[in-house]
């Protein structure tokens, strides 16, 4: 735990070294200096021993929460499925018939396929567990007479506890002082107006996860965790469990239409069997078989396997998704729409031009009107020393504070743009305002010829991408009126561009993807900077906020596809902006940071924030970069797209499986032939030799190109026309092969037994085979990059090929699923058969991707 300033490293020390006084240091150190606004000069909070004490005495901070499912439960979840009813269907009614073994084989499937969907799901709800707890929520205390950032949890009663704008209230407590303070407390209460709080009777409450919207205070801390009003309520507050994901509801829906699909067709192959004379337990048991071979048991669980995968790679590269929703959606984002500093710049000011009229007076209100939150005060701060050099300690920054006293403030928000402090010092009482330069200018007394002239040199110092600041001071007088004001100086901020930046803009816009950046800085400024990004393209248009305010809605929606720069921009219009750009059917990724951001990033399809945003904003994101940088971005929309190009590759390789064996039997029906599958052979493919070969191939790392394609729509199905092509041709070619081959031996030799092996041979092979082709549904298999970028798809059909030799090897199982050794010879022509099938897949490929790109 560490002391943490919101200045920068190297001017914070500056302040704490200037003043003995332990009521300065914690004025000074991220409260800013508001002296009159925060009365009690000499708080020093709780010793970090005491506050060790009560956390030990009182329990950490903490609420209960909904528990995620048990083991036991997870495990028993793997039989609530359609697919499974169907398959425990299939072994009592082979129990009925006197087919014993093939029931307990049934039965032994279905654990094993349990067990190894309890073992994916459970670690994929640990992984994603970890994966939230990465974000520890933290509050600001003052502890030791200095202010310090604490995880939430280590909160005790007792301690002081520094409230801000766009933070949750840490635990339940008294307002010991509070300056323009409301909190919206519809967490408790279910009513959304703000409510004021100050240091007076009724009014003094402050409690537990209610949100601060304006101002700034100081609470003693009265109760936490179980201890607080929300702790009396928690059962009903308990976190949401998981949310599904519309990609897993439209699985879901699916599985449920295929089945139903099965059923009607197994019923009609029943009819008709019936109705052409054959047995009704033969018929039966036909339709039976056809049904277990539709059904594709492992998708389900290999599709939230690889949306956890997403998850981790994303991580790795800066970006902790907070919602599996953001995965799938994020490969289908069609414009970005990002803030400009510490996103696409570094978020590190200097002032590098300044012209002060009154440079004693600049001085003071770069020191007093600030509170050392963010870069830019920092930069002031830093300024300030500059200035005062080490020739005179009475004008140093930290040497004004001491001899002031706050008086009151309005702080800065980012629909004013301005600050507004007033200060007693060295017994004149002065009042110091700060913000944007057109702002100060329009509230100071100035000659109309110095106003232009300092609105023309705000313009081209804003051309040259500088950041402004306008600073003014006037005697002490209300601080409500906004006028009266002498103009004391005009300084500007440099704020570099990011390493990358430039390089990511260009890979989105190959993507097809749209950058636009939506700042509150000066029109000149945001321009010089989005064009040294890339953003600004050619026909592509500025929007200042004060021209959007004249537009309507259905105006802004026709004019929002040509601008690439928002500037001048309040909180609120981005929420105009990004409804302007859905009525045009954009997904929009929406950056955020500020507690009035959390409509917009709430609204658009994925929320996203940097790592120091507001709690409210924070909470309402989609996506967090831990780095705070746009490159990040790019690269989470760059595995989003892959996330969803596997799950399609997946769905498609195990339909081909399916409907191969479907057609196989069917065929044979037609044929007057008995199965050439029987249900034990089924279960010993689907789940013994393909299963963990679904889940794998989800684990294909990035085509090459995929940034170098359109945006996907999110209508867009998960089975292209390319897709249903691939599983018709395998299906095809699949079933064609089996059917020869069972023909061969049950009409040449007239052994089913044999017929039966060759085909389960044949199944169980092609599948391990063709799978390679599916590693890439666009290129051709000696495109698809190395196979050692997927070492766990070489090791799993090494695997699964054992296996389907295994039963041919070992009598016990060859016995139990009714198979018979089949000589070299034989394996030559099976292996023959799916390197051929394999072959044929690959001219399938080409021939529908050329179809498909003329059509």
Not at 127 to 137: D, F, G, V
Not at 207 to 224: A, D, E, H, Q
Not at 455 to 468: C, E, H, Q, T, V
Request: glycine share 8%; proline share 4%.
């Amino acid at each position: 735990m560490k002391a943490v300033p919101s200045a920068s490293p190297d001017v914070a020390p500056r302040q704490h070294e200037a003043s003995d006084n332990a009521a300065k240091i914690v004025q000074n150190s991220g409260l800013g200096q508001p002296q009159a606004a925060f009365r009690h000069e000499s708080i020093q909070g709780l010793t970090e021993s005491e506050a060790t004490r009560r956390r030990r005495e009182f329990g950490e901070n903490i609420l209960p929460t909904a528990k995620g499912p048990s083991a036991f439960s997870t495990f028993i979840s793997q039989f609530k499925s359609p697919l499974v009813y169907i398959i425990l269907a299939a072994a009592i009614i082979s129990l009925i018939v006197g087919e014993v073994t093939d029931f307990f084989i049934i039965m032994v499937v279905v654990v094993i396929d349990a067990i190894v969907g309890f073992l994916q799901e459970y670690q994929a709800q640990k992984t994603y567990s970890s994966l939230k707890n990465l974000l520890k929520p933290t509050t600001t205390v003052i502890r030791d007479g200095l202010r310090r950032e604490i995880e939430l949890r280590e909160l005790v009663p007792g301690d002081v506890a520094v409230l801000n704008a766009g933070e949750r209230v840490p635990g339940d407590g008294q307002i010991i002082e509070g300056v323009k303070l409301s909190v919206d407390e519809a967490i408790l209460t279910g009513e959304s107006e703000p409510v004021g709080k100050k240091a007076e009777a009724g009014s003094d409450r402050a409690f537990m996860g209610t949100t601060v919207l304006t101002g700034r205070g100081l609470m003693t801390v009265s109760g936490t965790g179980t201890n607080t009003e929300l702790g009396a309520i928690a059962t009903s507050l308990k976190e949401d469990v998981q949310e599904e994901t519309p990609l897993q509801t439209r699985l879901k829906a699916f599985s449920k239409t295929l089945t139903w699909l099965v059923l009607g067709v197994t019923a009609a192959i029943l009819i008709v069997g019936l109705v052409s004379g054959r047995p009704f337990l033969e018929m039966l048991r036909v339709s039976i078989v056809l049904a277990i071979a539709a059904i594709p048991e492992g998708l389900l669980i290999a599709v939230t396997v690889i949306l956890v995968i997403g998850m981790r790679k994303i991580l790795k590269r800066n970006g902790l998704v907070k919602k599996l929703l953001a995965v799938e959606t994020l490969g289908s984002v069609t414009t970005i729409c990002t803030d400009k500093t510490g996103t696409l710049t570094e978020g590190r000011m200097r002032v590098t031009r300044q012209e002060l009229a009154v440079p004693d007076r600049a001085l003071e209100a770069m020191v007093l009107c600030n509170d050392m939150e963010g870069p830019v005060e920092a930069a002031l701060w830093e300024f300030a020393a500059g200035m005062a050099g080490s020739g005179a300690p009475a004008q140093a920054p930290q040497a004004i504070v001491d001899r002031s006293e706050r008086m009151a403030v309005e702080l800065f928000s980012s629909e004013t743009k301005y600050m507004i402090t007033a200060d007693r010092i060295d017994g004149e009482e002065r009042d110091y305002l700060k913000g944007a330069p057109e702002i100060i200018l329009a509230m100071c007394n100035i000659e109309q010829p110095d106003r232009e002239r300092l609105l023309s040199l705000a313009d081209n110092w804003a051309g040259d991408g500088l950041r402004l600041i306008g600073l003014a001071s006037r005697p002490h007088s209300d601080i409500e009126v906004r006028n009266g004001y002498t103009w004391a100086g005009l300084v500007a901020m440099e704020d570099p561009i990011r390493e990358g930046v430039q390089e990511s803009v260009e890979i989105a816009h190959k993507a097809g993807i749209k950058v636009k950046m939506i700042t509150g800085d000066y029109r000149k400024t945001a321009e010089r900077i989005a064009r040294s990004c890339g953003i600004i393209a050619e026909g592509e248009e500025v929007l200042d906020g004060s021209e959007m305010e004249k537009l309507d809605d259905a105006a802004l929606a026709e004019r929002v596809g040509r601008v690439a720069v928002f500037s001048r921009i309040r909180p609120h219009d981005k929420l105009r902006i990004v409804r302007a750009l859905q009525s045009k059917d954009e997904v929009v990724a929406m950056v955020g940071d500020g507690v009035n951001d959390a409509p917009a990033l709430k609204r658009s399809n994925i929320g996203i924030v940097v790592g120091s945003a507001t709690d409210v904003a924070r909470e309402t994101a989609d996506l967090v970069l831990l780095d705070s940088n746009f490159r990040t971005i790019v690269a989470a929309v760059e595995e989003g797209r892959t996330v969803f190009q596997n799950i399609r590759k997946v769905v498609a390789y195990t339909l081909s499986n399916s409907f191969a064996e479907v057609f196989t039997i069917f065929g044979a029906m037609l044929l007057g032939w008995p199965a050439p599958l029987a249900v034990a052979q089924i279960l010993w493919i689907h789940l013994i030799c393909d299963g963990p070969s679904d889940i794998v191939l989800g684990f294909e790392p990035k085509e090459d190109g995929i940034m170098e394609e359109k945006p996907l729509s999110v209508k867009e199905p998960i089975l292209n026309s390319l897709g249903l092509s691939l599983i018709a041709i395998i299906s095809t070619a699949s079933a064609a092969a089996g059917l020869i081959l069972f023909g061969h031996y049950y009409n040449v030799h007239g052994s089913i037994m044999q017929g039966q092996s060759f085909a389960f041979a044949s199944f169980a092979v092609n599948s391990m085979i063709y799978i390679f082709a599916y590693r890439s549904m666009r290129r051709p298999l000696f495109r698809s990059g190395r196979l050692s970028r997927n070492k766990p798809l070489i090791f799993t059909v090494l695997g699964g090929l054992a296996l389907a030799i295994l039963p041919f090897c070992v009598p016990g199982i060859g016995k139990t699923l009714g198979v018979e050794p089949l000589a070299p010879s034989q394996w030559g022509i099976v292996f023959a058969v799916a390197f051929g099938l394999l072959t044929v897949v690959e001219i399938g490929k080409f021939v529908s991707n050329r179809f498909i790109r003329r059509s």
